[in-house]
């Protein structure tokens, strides 16, 4: 996701970007937004962390995109302080 965050692109605001994981029930949505690709919410939808915050040094947990519309889901515990810091883009 670097490599299109450094294109060179002529309109970066209409850059859009559709991704599914194995794990996820539907694509997630990211746009460029100052110059980083970022993930868009979309209603309906919560994206759950199994690791909590991202910490360097590891690669990103990319979490998994889950409907909330559709069946019921075990979301995973809530760090102590409830942080949910996306991480950046891997």
Do not use: N
């Amino acid at each position: 996701m670097k490599h299109l965050e450094s294109l060179p692109w002529p309109r970066p605001e209409s850059v859009q970007v559709l991704i599914h994981d194995e794990e996820d029930d539907c694509f997630g949505l990211w746009m460029i937004h100052d110059g980083e690709l970022v993930e868009t919410p979309l209603p309906r939808t919560r994206r759950a962390y199994r690791s909590g915050p991202h910490k360097d040094g590891f690669p990103p947990d990319p979490g998994i995109l889950s409907r909330t519309d559709s069946h019921p889901v075990a979301w995973p515990e809530e760090g102590g302080d409830g942080d949910r810091s996306r991480p950046p883009a891997w």
